[in-house]
């Protein structure tokens, strides 16, 4: 039997991260179990690596807030360029009441100290993206400071610092149920033999409701999938351009390694099927009528079907973060639900489990609207649907 003081299920960026913020407070003896036969082959490897700081609830805002400060020292710290590049995010209105929402949310921003982002008139929407067709357009807002991330560098980062502490990594290895003592894991079972530790730590992603079900655990999060069209090579949109979106049906694009990434949320499948990473010909056919409807430059740009690909988010009930210590298992520990922030808010979310973990409870932010039993009492999260 293996032992290990804290064993974390999920080796994706989020797992990586809380690995390494644990070892980084001196907890050596780290175990992170994958299910992906090698780093990135889950969730991470999928994101297209978007990150901002306009959201509409504070625990999100500060959250970015964090995330960000951690970012800008990144490569100090773990010794990998994690790819942060600060050309802006742009949401684009067509109906008042959208623009009204999305500049109502700066207020809660402002709030938490982050007052970077504006709202922005159809002329300016042109200017910072020439691109984009501004018939109908009511407006917008901009955030400068937001940007891009690489996610697989901010894993491999997080892995390899955490690593070098002493942590280590099994790859391939599946769990498949528990040795539960009362209230607790107790020991795991799994596909490469029976681990104990005495805190493990749910960082499955998108499976994070399957793990927390072999180990007599509820954690409600869902796969979600989410496709993404690639152009061929083009250089007629510059890289520096904002993540542009559209708030009205969710189309959006960015510019990453010479191509264009062409994302609109479709809807959201059920069962197996979500799981499913293939991509839709009808989905992709809606994505560039799409294109050609709000950037026409795009019109005589050809898709590279073979890049094309599909993802999963963690979803949870009201589309954030569950962090925390399960209800009804003292040696479980939750970092689940990021509901498609994952990755941007990876660096915060592992520093304050680990304060949960090693300290009781975290203290650099407060963590409290995260909590695992806040579903079980009625007071889910509340923004608006825009962020």
Request: aromatic share 6%.
């Amino acid at each position: 039997m293996q032992t290990a003081d804290v064993v974390i299920i999920g080796g994706g960026v989020i797992g990586a991260s809380v690995a390494y913020h644990l070892a980084a407070r001196g907890a050596r003896d780290v175990l992170v179990l994958e299910r992906g036969a090698a780093p990135g082959a889950g969730s991470t490897g999928r994101a297209t690596g978007g990150f901002r700081a306009q959201f509409g609830t504070e625990v999100n805002v500060r959250l970015s807030l964090l995330s960000r400060e951690k970012l800008l020292r990144f490569e100090e710290e773990t010794g990998v360029d994690p790819g942060f590049r600060q050309v802006g995010y742009l949401f684009v209105a067509s109906r008042e009441e959208e623009l009204r929402e999305l500049v109502n949310a700066q207020t809660v921003q402002r709030a938490c100290g982050f007052a970077e982002a504006g709202e922005v008139c159809v002329e300016e929407v042109a200017r910072l993206n020439p691109a984009w067709n501004v018939e109908g357009v009511a407006g917008g807002v901009y955030c400068p400071a937001d940007g891009f991330i690489r996610p697989t560098e901010i894993m491999r980062g997080y892995a390899s610092a955490a690593e070098r502490l002493g942590a280590r990594f099994l790859y391939g290895v599946t769990v498949e149920g528990a040795r539960a003592a009362e209230g607790k894991v107790g020991s795991l079972l799994t596909s490469a033999g029976e681990v104990s530790a005495g805190a493990f730590v749910n960082a499955a992603g998108a499976w994070a409701g399957e793990v927390a079900r072999a180990l007599g655990a509820d954690v409600p999060v869902t796969p979600l999938r989410r496709q993404v069209a690639v152009t061929r090579p083009t250089d007629i949109l510059p890289d520096g351009m904002p993540m542009t979106i559209n708030v009205g049906d969710g189309f959006h694009l960015r510019v990453r390694d010479g191509r264009v990434l062409l994302l609109w949320p479709d809807e959201p499948r059920a069962g197996a099927d979500a799981f499913d990473t293939s991509v839709d010909e009808g989905w992709l056919q809606t994505v560039v009528s799409k294109t050609r409807a709000r950037v026409p430059c795009l019109k005589d740009v050809g898709i590279d079907r073979a890049a094309c690909w599909a993802g999963l988010y963690e979803m949870s009930p009201d589309r954030h973060a569950i962090l925390g210590r399960a209800e009804g298992l003292e040696d479980l520990y939750l970092v689940n639900g990021s509901s498609g922030h994952g990755v941007m808010h990876a660096p915060a979310l592992g520093q304050l489990l680990a304060e949960i973990i090693l300290d009781g409870a975290a203290h650099t932010l407060d963590t409290h609207a995260l909590r695992p039993t806040r579903f079980a009492e009625g007071r889910p999260n509340v923004g608006p649907d825009l962020l």
